[in-house]
T-cell receptor, first 114, second 111 residues
């Protein structure tokens, strides 16, 4: 299996622009997670899905952030409009219920908002 | 707040065993201990988890004290590629969305 695939790996944009990050989970995994990592706050859970349904989005910073999972093999995290404080590495992870102790992370998308 | 305490950083000589401690004095009876690591510029990688018994896999061994208030992750023969930040997390199995990530231990393997 190719693992969790994220794109783009790097994104540089200007304040006010829309940013879309993409994730393809491991086939057969029922859970998908979006995390954000910064030096100041470490790894933070933004939202997670179970069987394509958002279960907990309490970690989403504000209404500028939205996430969707239209099918079992694709998810997006969108920021509109982006702000410099959104600069971070965004990770997607997936897991399968029988082994919920193990999350499989993608390589991350490094976002820089100027 | 993170429910674990780890040293900020540690060094270990290449080829030696790396022993990473973790305190989790408020762990409840049904919470598991998880270890992940994050190599620079990569996503976190699962290493091992356990409840009360010691566990071993191809990557590491996990030793949990009898009172479960602390644990040690052991990398038996550390290599330079084991240089990473190691995270110790306690959480209920089946609720891994509740993983609370602390600052971890920066482990540096020296040649």
């Amino acid at each position: 299996d190719a693992g969790v695939i994220q794109s783009p790996r790097h994104e540089v944009t200007e304040m006010g622009q829309e940013v879309t990050l993409r994730c393809k989970p491991i086939s057969g995994h029922d859970y998908l997670f979006w995390y954000r990592q910064t030096m100041m706050r470490g790894l933070e859970l933004l939202i997670y899905f179970n069987n394509n349904v958002p279960i907990d989005d309490s970690g989403m910073p504000e209404d500028r952030f939205s996430a969707k999972m239209p099918n079992a093999s694709f998810s997006t995290l969108k920021i509109q409009p982006s702000e410099p404080r959104d600069s971070a590495v965004y990770f997607c992870a997936s897991s399968f219920p029988p082994t919920l102790g193990e999350l499989f992370f993608g390589e991350g998308s490094r976002l820089t908002v100027l | 707040d993170a429910k674990t305490t780890q040293p900020t950083s540690m060094d270990c000589a290449e080829g030696r065993a790396a022993n990473l401690p973790c305190n989790h004095s408020t762990i409840s009876g049904n919470e598991y201990v998880y270890w992940y690591r994050q190599i620079h510029s990569q996503g976190p990688q699962y290493i091992i988890h356990g409840l009360k018994n010691n566990e071993t896999n191809e990557m590491a061994s996990l030793i949990i004290t009898e009172d479960r208030k602390s644990s040690t992750l052991i990398l038996p023969h550390a290599t330079l590629r084991d240089t990473a930040v190691y995270y110790c997390i306690v959480s209920l199995l089946g609720s891994n969305y509740q993983l609370i990530w602390g600052a971890g231990t920066k482990l540096i393997i020296k040649p």
